[in-house]
């Protein structure tokens, strides 16, 4: 299969793009494993809810910095063989993960698995322009971004029930296995010689030192920060409020995957028609109107119904940054795609960790409104984005 100039529309084409979707797929379950179980975890190896926390935390500065870091090293890598070893590495070590007797061991395994979304996720992203045309760009990454709405519809839900009915080991080795069936999955139909292009440090200096670019990517770090200071405890949070119990935690997770899904796919379809500017824009008031009505989340059912726009907003909003980004510098879309993801990790870093110090401070009840000021910032920003990308050719 040719990778220049192929019509997404060919035959072959649709097994590229669903086997990177179903990559990003076991990647976000992976990622969103640990909110899901976070109440078993802190029970086996009794350590506190904040604690555990921990283990998003630390993860999530792991993919910041790698994103980036790995982008470098693997630049001139055949995609094939790095995105299919990354999820080999995923599985390998989720699964020595179930294998870890206290929480110092975990901690540092976990760290260690979470490389693998430090590089796949961005570079499966950067790869698309090479089987694609220019004009179904924005679609083609939307698309391929899907696998996290569905890791949150149908992953995160199963995980945190597995979790919650025979422990969170059996929810981490669903993750290992999971991983060996992409990695077989990319490696059957991914081509071979797909090489996006290396940044040269030329390039790389062009990418930091582009206010536009830069800016975009500070708006994913300030949106991904006001997600993860709540979401991070979904699950303590509504055991404590709600008494929530694991299978209605699952259902509440798959209520919000759905709607998140929803939203990627009116992203996906209508992007190109409204703008990635636009679109973000629109992802995260979406987000910030939830965290805005968040009190009114008395009761199993109220809590879902307020959950409405910020899963809308949820993975829509990162899925039209990435297509911001390829739009105002193509030439720089290897970089500043790590770069973003490296931002979104930044923030649920910066987000669970702020989130576990407040419930140690007992403020859980200011969890929504540490989140709320974060993505009132992330709408300035990213307004502030659009005007000087619109004033400043790239």
């Not at 990454?141 to 995980?159: D, E, H, K, N, R």
């Not at 770090?221 to 979401?231: E, N, P």
């Not at 009116?266 to 910030?288: F, K, P």
């Not at 987000?351 to 910032?377: E, K, P, T, Y």
Request: hydrophobic share 55%.
């Amino acid at each position: 299969m040719s990778t220049n100039g192929t019509s997404a529309a060919s035959p072959a084409m649709p097994g590229v793009l669903w086997s990177l979707l179903f990559g990003n797929f076991v990647i976000g379950t992976g990622v969103m494993i640990v909110p899901g179980t976070l109440n078993e975890i802190s029970t086996s190896l009794q350590v506190s809810v904040a604690t555990a926390g921990q283990l998003i935390s630390a993860a999530a500065l792991l993919m910041c910095l790698g994103a980036p870091l790995f982008a470098a090293v693997v630049a001139g890598w055949d995609r094939r063989r790095l995105l299919a070893l990354s999820m080999l590495w995923y599985g390998a070590l989720h699964l020595a993960c179930v294998a870890m007797p206290s929480f110092g061991a975990l901690l540092p395994v976990r760290v260690l698995a979470v490389i693998s979304p430090a590089i796949f996720t961005p570079q499966a992203a950067a790869c698309v322009g090479l089987l694609v045309p220019a004009e179904q760009r924005g679609r083609a990454i939307t698309f391929v971004f899907l696998g996290w709405s569905v890791a949150s519809v149908l992953g995160m839900p199963m995980g945190a029930l597995v979790g919650g009915t025979w422990g969170w080991r059996s929810a981490f080795a669903l993750v290992g296995l999971l991983s060996l069936v992409s990695a077989a999955w990319v490696w059957r139909a991914m081509p071979d010689g797909v090489r996006p292009p290396a940044l040269s440090r030329a390039a790389w200096k062009e990418t930091l030192q582009s206010r536009a670019l830069m800016l975009c990517v500070a708006v994913t770090t300030l949106y991904s920060a006001g997600q993860f200071v709540l979401f991070s405890y979904f699950a303590p949070y509504y055991k404590a409020r709600i008494g929530i119990t694991p299978l209605q935690l699952s259902l509440l997770f798959m209520w919000f995957g759905a709607f998140g899904f929803l939203g990627n796919v009116l992203m996906s379809r209508y992007i190109d028609r409204i703008g990635a500017a636009r679109a973000v824009l629109i992802g995260v008031a979406s987000m910030a109107l939830s965290l805005l009505v968040w009190p009114l989340g008395t009761s199993l059912v109220l809590a879902a119904l307020v959950s409405v726009p910020w899963a809308l907003g949820c993975f829509s909003s990162n899925s039209a940054q990435q297509a911001r980004l390829v739009g105002i510098a193509p030439a720089l879309a290897s970089g500043s795609i790590a770069l973003n993801t490296s931002a979104m990790y930044a923030g649920q870093a910066m987000g669970a960790a702020s989130g576990g110090w407040l419930i140690a401070q007992g403020q859980m009840d200011m969890l929504h409104w540490a989140g709320f000021v974060g993505l009132l910032l992330a709408m300035a920003t990213s307004v502030w984005a659009t005007r000087y990308t619109s004033t400043h050719a790239q």
